[in-house]
């Protein structure tokens, strides 16, 4: 199974998706640079989830908050106290495991040896800093281990500001970091990856119904990510799974080559986050209702999924091997690079034609132009890139001002007159 992830690891680089970081400097464990085609796809993954979240909707507002935050943030929210993994050392060859992810009556997984584990030690996950020039105690702050604080912290700024009335919920897209104990499987789990959270709040006694809700709409962003149906599914955590601050949580998961694993966290997490602020705080951070003329904490209903995570199922989803070519069937919403065009040769002005074409589409997609190698070979690239569509200028072209149009995935090709090719893939790319 992870011959896939091999291949797909190295389809990414070839084709500049993903790249190790700081790589001529022998790469830096569990860090990645996304190339070209990456970044183009990562960006188009956000700005669906922000055009699902936000703009196809009237309840939901934008945030952008920084990284560091005050402290206190991070003892309100439990993460100091309890945001940790139990951590064993192999005595022995010293590898380092997470305590849950080990059998530790059996022999060492790496050196084989009996009876050579430590003692189980809590591990926080936080990274930590110093803000200012002195490095002491009193200046230690955290990277954000998630996004969803700097909107609880936020909750009445955003409401008042955007005269919002529950229900009504804040999105947010931005880095986080945890020094994972076993990042890997690519860029599954990294320490520093990018959250897209949704936090809905809710009045009290409306969470289970509002929970119920995004549990449904959660899922169907995927299958507008064009994923597999039957590689999705939820998961129930049990009572002794539940986080400290859950009532209830479902995680969406997807079958990767390496099994079924997370991909999105949906929880309602009461008044625990707003009420330990409030405390913390010294702050009322309570909603005034003024139909019932009631003061109370909202209920608060999270969505969270990391983006990176998402990226990675999308490529793992669409990675295709057939008889003669490997294809990425990327849905084109989120596809890198949205049509190629490629004049057949590189003469009787066919490159001029496939330029003029290149020009005219570039204010809307990206678009690639290549002229390099045979027909077959570009498609082929073309195909590993994931590029839905690809426009060759060809002689007939110079005849009757049309040219072909090749669908990635069926390679099925239609002739469309050059003035028709905007709206041809208008119709066919959108989300
Ligand atoms: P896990 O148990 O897999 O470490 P978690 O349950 O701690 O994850 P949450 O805190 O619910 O994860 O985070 C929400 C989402 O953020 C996850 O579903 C995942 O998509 C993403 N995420 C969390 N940790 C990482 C990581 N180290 N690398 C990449 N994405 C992550």
Not at 24 to 51: A, F, Q
Not at 246 to 265: C, H, L, Q, R, V
Not at 319 to 342: G, S
Not at 374 to 385: F, K, T, V
Request: net charge negative.
């Amino acid at each position: 199974a992870n011959k896939v992830m091999d291949k797909l690891v190295s389809l990414a680089k070839r084709r500049g998706f993903i790249f190790q970081s700081s790589e001529i400097y022998g790469g830096i464990n569990s860090c990645y640079d996304y190339g070209p085609l990456g970044v183009e796809m990562k960006k188009n993954i956000k700005e669906l989830w922000w055009k699902s979240m936000v703009y196809e909707r009237d309840d939901i507002e934008g945030l952008d908050a920084s990284i560091l935050m005050h402290p206190k943030v991070w003892e309100a929210s439990g993460h100091v106290a309890g945001f940790s993994d139990p951590l064993v050392d192999c005595k022995v060859c010293k590898t380092r495991f997470r305590a849950d992810q080990v059998d530790l009556e059996k022999p060492c997984p790496v050196c084989g040896n009996r009876d050579s584990f430590t003692e189980i030690r809590q591990f926080n996950l936080m990274f930590k800093t110093f803000m200012g020039p002195v490095e002491d105690s009193a200046n230690v702050v955290f990277l954000r281990p998630e996004t969803a604080q700097g909107i609880y912290v936020n909750f009445h700024n955003v409401r008042e500001a955007a005269r919002k009335k529950l229900p009504f919920g804040i999105a947010q897209i931005g880095k986080a970091f945890r020094n994972e104990i076993t990042p890997g499987n690519f860029i599954f789990r990294t320490r520093e990856f990018e959250q897209m959270e949704m936090q809905y709040f809710v009045k009290p006694g409306e969470d289970e119904k509002w929970f119920e809700y995004w549990k449904e709409q959660r899922m169907k962003w995927y299958q507008r990510l064009g994923l597999k149906q039957e590689k999705l599914r939820f998961h129930q955590h049990a009572p002794d799974e539940l986080a400290h601050y859950a009532k209830a949580a479902f995680d969406i998961e997807y079958e990767f080559p390496f099994g079924w694993n997370e991909i999105e966290g949906i929880h309602n997490r009461t008044d625990f986050d707003l009420s330990r602020h409030q405390e913390f705080s010294g702050k009322d951070l309570r909603y005034f209702d003024d139909q019932t003329k009631e003061r109370f904490i909202p209920y608060i209903i999270e969505t969270s999924v990391g983006c990176d995570r998402t990226l990675l199922t999308c490529l793992v989803d669409a990675y295709t091997e057939e008889e003669e070519r490997v294809v990425l069937k990327l849905a084109p919403a989120i596809a890198p690079i949205k049509a190629a065009v490629l004049p057949l040769v590189k003469r009787d002005g066919m490159p001029e034609i496939a330029k003029q074409i290149v020009d005219d589409l570039r204010g809307d997609y990206r678009i690639f132009y290549d002229d390099a190698g045979s027909i077959g070979r570009r498609y082929r690239r073309m195909d590993e890139a994931g590029t839905p569509f690809c426009v060759t200028v060809d002689s007939q072209t110079l005849e009757d001002q049309t040219v072909t149009v090749r669908e990635r995935d069926s390679m099925q090709q239609e002739r469309v007159h050059i003035k028709e090719v905007k709206t041809y893939l208008d119709e066919r790319l959108k989300a």
